[in-house]
C-alpha cells in the first residue's frame, strides 16, 4: 500500500497533493504540514483557548462552589480534600444560628496571626467564632468552647509553632482539636511551620489535607475558606 508523503514533505500546495502516491490529488487544496518540532498543528477549531475552557479557562480546577467570576485558583489537592467540607456545609444550610467557622488558635497567636485570619475572614462576610471576642472574661472558657464548636459549621485550625507547642503540653487546643476531629469537619491552616512538623506532634491532624501559607499569602487562604462556607 502507498504511503503518504504527508508526514515528510508536506502537502502545502495542491500539485504537492497531488504528486503523493497515496493521496494522489484527491484533497487538492488541502495543506497538511507539520511544524519544524515533533508535534502536528491542529485545525483552528481546537485552538488553545477552547482546550483550556475545558479545565476552567485558565489551567486549574474550579470547584463547583466557586463562582464563574471568582479569580480564586485552586489545586486539585485542595479540591479534593475541600470538596466533604463543603457538602456538609451545604446540609446544615437549613440549621439556624451557626457561625460559619470556628476559630481554633493558640492563646500566643490571638493577637498575631489568628487576629489577622478572622479580621480577613470577617470583611468577606464570614462569622466567625473567635475565643477573643466571643468568650467574656470570667465565664467558663471550655464550657465557652463547646458552645462554639456546637454551634459552628466548620473548624478551622491555625497550626502554628505557638499550638504545636500547646498541643505538645495537652494545653486546652488539645481539647479543641479532639472535639474538632471527632466532627471530622476540619481545615489545618499551617503558617510559620510544616506539616511534617504537625505530624509529629499530630499525626492525625496531620493526616488531614489544608492550606498553607507557605504556598499562598494569608489573603488568598481567606479567599478560599469564604467561597468554601459561602451558601
Not at 499550638?163 to 487546643?173: E, F, K, P, T
Request: proline share 6%; with cysteine; net charge neutral.
Amino acid at each position: 500500500m502507498a504511503r503518504c508523503t504527508a508526514p515528510v514533505y508536506g502537502h502545502r500546495t495542491a500539485s504537492g497533493a497531488a504528486n503523493c502516491p497515496a493521496c494522489g490529488g484527491r484533497y487538492s487544496g488541502y495543506r497538511y504540514s507539520y511544524p519544524s518540532s515533533s508535534s502536528p498543528s491542529y485545525p483552528s477549531s481546537v485552538s488553545s483557548g477552547s482546550a483550556r475552557s475545558s479545565s476552567g479557562g485558565s489551567g486549574s480546577p474550579r470547584p463547583r462552589w466557586s463562582g464563574a467570576g471568582s479569580s480564586v485558583s485552586y489545586t486539585p489537592a485542595q479540591v479534593r480534600s475541600l470538596t466533604p467540607i463543603r457538602e456538609s456545609v451545604e446540609k446544615q444550610a437549613s440549621l439556624p444560628d451557626l457561625r460559619d467557622v470556628f476559630l481554633c488558635h493558640a492563646w500566643n497567636d490571638r493577637g498575631g496571626a489568628a487576629k489577622e485570619l478572622h479580621d480577613l475572614l470577617e470583611a468577606r462576610g464570614v462569622s466567625v467564632w473567635f475565643s477573643e471576642k466571643d468568650v467574656v472574661l470570667g465565664t467558663p472558657l471550655l464550657r465557652e468552647i463547646d458552645k462554639g464548636l456546637a454551634k459552628s459549621r466548620v473548624g478551622i485550625v491555625l497550626v502554628t509553632p505557638a499550638l504545636l507547642r500547646r498541643v505538645q503540653g495537652a494545653g486546652i487546643s488539645e481539647k479543641e482539636l479532639s472535639a474538632l476531629l471527632a466532627r471530622d469537619l476540619l481545615v489545618p491552616i499551617v503558617h510559620d511551620t510544616t506539616y511534617d512538623a504537625l505530624r509529629e506532634v499530630s499525626p492525625l491532624l496531620g493526616s488531614r489535607s489544608g492550606l498553607d501559607t507557605a504556598e499562598e499569602p494569608m489573603e488568598d487562604v481567606a479567599a478560599k475558606l469564604a467561597e468554601l462556607v459561602t451558601l
